[in-house]
């Protein structure tokens, strides 16, 4: 699979396998633009449990994929594929470009914050 995820005992209604299936369904639909998605679980500011849906866009896909438009039906997309599999968490999704996911990653693998 070609994402990753952390998982938190918060989620504890939640099926990781259909979360993996919806992201897997995800990619495939955006596969021309998204490299990857990265999720992980957790509580947010209301201690309500909620994921944390990272889109990588390929770096050359960025400038057709950034304005508001295309990322607000991206979302919308995203949250109805969810609900649709019965994930009914909020989900928090962001963007970034495949190098700027590159260069958090190896942020954090040295411990940088």
């Given at each position: 699979m070609v994402y990753t995820s952390q998982i938190s005992t918060h989620i504890v209604n939640t099926s990781l396998d259909t979360i993996d299936t919806v992201v897997q369904q995800l990619k495939e639909t955006f596969s021309h633009a998204v490299a990857r998605f990265h999720y992980e679980f957790g509580l947010d500011s209301d201690d309500e449990?909620?994921?944390?849906?990272?889109?990588?866009?390929?770096?050359?896909?960025?400038?057709?994929?950034?304005?508001?438009?295309n990322r607000m039906a991206i979302r919308q997309h995203i949250?109805?594929?969810?609900?649709?599999?019965?994930?009914?968490?909020?989900?928090?999704?962001?963007?970034?470009?495949?190098?700027e996911d590159r260069q958090a990653t190896l942020m954090d693998q040295k411990g940088i914050a």
């Open positions: 449990p909620a994921i944390w849906l990272w889109v990588v866009f390929h770096d050359e896909q960025l400038e057709a994929q950034w304005p508001f438009e949250r109805d594929a969810f609900q649709a599999a019965g994930i009914l968490h909020w989900i928090y999704i962001r963007f970034r470009s495949d190098s």
